[in-house]
């Protein structure tokens, strides 16, 4: 709010002035989700990018299974195009994942909740993080992060290690190595948990 000193067509001209500011910044930090919300996608792919921009750029993959099944190669295509990532278990914008624009999707969903400010207890630049009950799940995963067994993984590097275990398994049992440790940065004791979580036995 504006210093009530102000005479009126000052304060008029200043508030003017911020939120100009306040949208040109929130379009530049968050310009892949705005071009995709002006997309002219149509049919499953169109329903994909809405469920997508409520979920603020990330989207578990089982929450539109039934529209994934109906993109065309054509959808795909266009989708990529904008990128969107189709991965394994979620559909992301990964340019969302950057600190800057992951800080401003923090904060903009704490606007909308009511706080003063966003929770303090995640740094966007992290991989991953040990998931505590006091953490805030919603803040977590709006600015991508999921959670699987005793860590809380970037969408990213979830998808990442994903694919890196089902490349493994392909080849038969496997033994976790140093390479799925630094990509999830975590011990073989949180791995274990990770794997169990993602629905696999040792």
Not at 69 to 75: A, G
Not at 171 to 180: I, S, Y
């Amino acid at each position: 709010t504006c210093d009530d000193s102000l005479d009126p067509t000052t304060r008029e001209k200043l508030e003017k002035h911020v939120k100009q500011w306040t949208t040109n910044h929130i379009r530049s930090c968050l310009k892949p989700f705005f071009n995709l919300k002006e997309s002219e996608l149509k049919g499953a792919a169109r329903g994909i990018v809405f469920q997508l921009q409520d979920r603020l750029g990330f989207l578990p993959k089982r929450v539109v299974a039934k529209q994934i099944r109906r993109l065309t190669k054509e959808d795909h295509r266009i989708l990529k195009s904008y990128g969107v990532r189709i991965g394994y278990q979620e559909i992301f914008l990964p340019t969302m994942l950057r600190p800057k624009a992951a800080a401003l999707l923090g904060l903009l969903w704490a606007v909308s909740k009511g706080m003063e400010r966003p929770p303090s207890h995640l740094i966007p630049s992290l991989v991953s993080l040990p998931f505590r009950s006091s953490l805030n799940i919603g803040f977590c995963n709006v600015i991508g992060f999921r959670r699987r067994g005793p860590l809380l993984l970037r969408v990213d590097i979830l998808e990442r290690l994903i694919g890196q275990i089902r490349r493994r398994l392909s080849k038969g049992p496997f033994v976790v190595d140093a390479e799925l440790l630094n990509l999830a940065g975590c011990d073989s004791e949180k791995m274990d948990g990770i794997l169990r979580a993602l629905g696999y036995r040792g």
